[in-house]
């Protein structure tokens, strides 16, 4: 296993929620790392994605203000902090790692060529 996806969970609207990406036994230094989501019945789409090389980052405008993705080298692990969460928030977290040098195009699915098992989060009202 490749990508470790984890912290997902039910929580109430308006609460944070911390989700991490694991790498174990893999470096992914010049890859873009990006997280996901795909709610019941709906397609998978973009969140957000981070460079390890320089901490680029980019986001969906749906999340800008509520969600951050950040990387920790030493600990080989990418975070998708996020904040004030809404029921529509809902769905199953997906990180993913891709060799992409054209940033515009990092928010593709077929940009990416690992993925993690993903995670779920649960927003109550």
């Known amino acids: 296993v490749q990508l470790q996806a984890s912290g997902g969970g039910l929580v109430q609207a308006g609460d944070s929620l911390r989700l991490s990406c694991a790498t174990p036994g893999r470096t992914f230094g010049r890859y873009v790392m990006g997280w996901f989501r795909q709610a019941p019945g709906k397609e998978r789409e973009f969140i957000a994605a981070?460079?390890?090389?320089?901490?680029?980052?980019t986001y969906v405008d749906s999340v800008k203000s509520r969600f951050t993705i950040s990387k920790d080298n030493a600990q080989k692990t990418v975070y998708l902090r996020m904040n004030d969460l809404k029921p529509e928030d809902t769905a199953v977290y997906y990180c993913?790692?891709?060799?992409?040098?054209?940033?515009?195009?990092?928010?593709?699915?077929?940009?990416?060529?690992?993925w993690g098992q993903g995670t779920q989060v649960t927003v109550s009202s």
């Open positions: 981070i460079k390890w090389s320089g901490g680029s980052t």
């Open positions: 993913a790692a891709g060799y992409g040098t054209i940033w515009s195009e990092m928010q593709a699915i077929r940009a990416y060529d690992y």
